[in-house]
């Protein structure tokens, strides 16, 4: 069974500078997409960034980008010039893209504080 | 479009008690979700369909109960609550290809006392 691991239960990042969230992967899959989502005090989900397991590049959206190593099963979340509205809860996900399977896995978390 | 809409928004519940969450989309989505939320653990699945008349357990499933029978609805009932259901739930939808994001709806916290 695949597993998402967040080992950053917290982190805390300056007012305009930059940070970078954690989040490892198990599969034995080759056919993936792997997600961010940002959950602020509101409590929405918001989706911040998405990764297809078979594209090379990095995605990127504005300030936010992926540092996505396959071998190593790891999506990293880059967050640059920080802003006090990035202050949430950071969720990675992972959705096999296998025929037949439904499931989006969620990690546990990394609560994300942004000092002024 | 409303998008995922979740009631109640809150609600405390006696042990024993019994209450459905209710879930519709208006997005002709055929996925839907359920997830519970607890402190340091993440969302864990509960239950989900691929489309009306079809369900199936998640990680958690016991304590609760889901049907299908619309497109548009999915809700969950939880028997003789129990204060280990005390959570925040989250119902979610989506267009079904694994590139596709969830959407969610804004959640309910539920205590049970």
């Known amino acids: 069974a695949q597993t998402v691991t967040q080992s950053q239960p917290e982190m805390s990042v300056q007012e305009a500078e930059t940070v970078t969230l954690s989040c490892t992967y198990d599969?034995?899959?080759?056919?993936?997409?792997l997600f961010w989502y940002k959950q602020p005090p509101s409590r929405q989900m918001i989706l911040v960034i998405r990764q297809e397991a078979y594209k090379q590049q990095n995605a990127t959206e504005n300030r936010f980008s992926v540092n996505f190593q396959k071998a190593a099963k790891s999506f990293s979340l880059k967050i640059s010039d920080s802003q006090l509205g990035d202050a949430a809860m950071y969720f990675c996900?992972?959705?096999?893209?296998?025929?037949?399977?439904?499931?989006?896995?969620f990690g546990t978390g990394t609560r994300l504080k942004v000092l002024a | 479009n409303a998008g995922v809409t979740q009631t109640p928004k809150f609600r405390i519940l006696k042990i024993g008690q019994s209450m459905t969450l209710q879930c519709a989309q208006d997005m002709n989505h055929n996925y839907m979700y359920w997830y519970r939320q607890d402190p340091g653990m993440g969302l864990k699945l509960i239950y989900y369909s691929v489309g009306a008349g079809i369900t199936d357990k998640g990680e958690v499933p016991n304590g609760y109960n889901v049907s299908r029978s619309t497109t548009e609805d999915f809700p969950l009932r939880l028997e003789l609550a129990a204060p280990s259901q005390t959570s925040v739930y989250f119902c979610?939808?989506?267009?079904?290809?694994?590139?596709?994001?969830?959407?969610f709806g804004s959640g309910t916290q539920l205590s049970v006392l």
């Open positions: 996900a992972y959705r096999s893209g296998t025929s037949g399977t439904y499931k989006y896995i």
């Open positions: 599969t034995s899959e080759s056919d993936y997409y």
């Open positions: 979610a939808s989506s267009l079904g290809a694994a590139r596709e994001k969830l959407f």
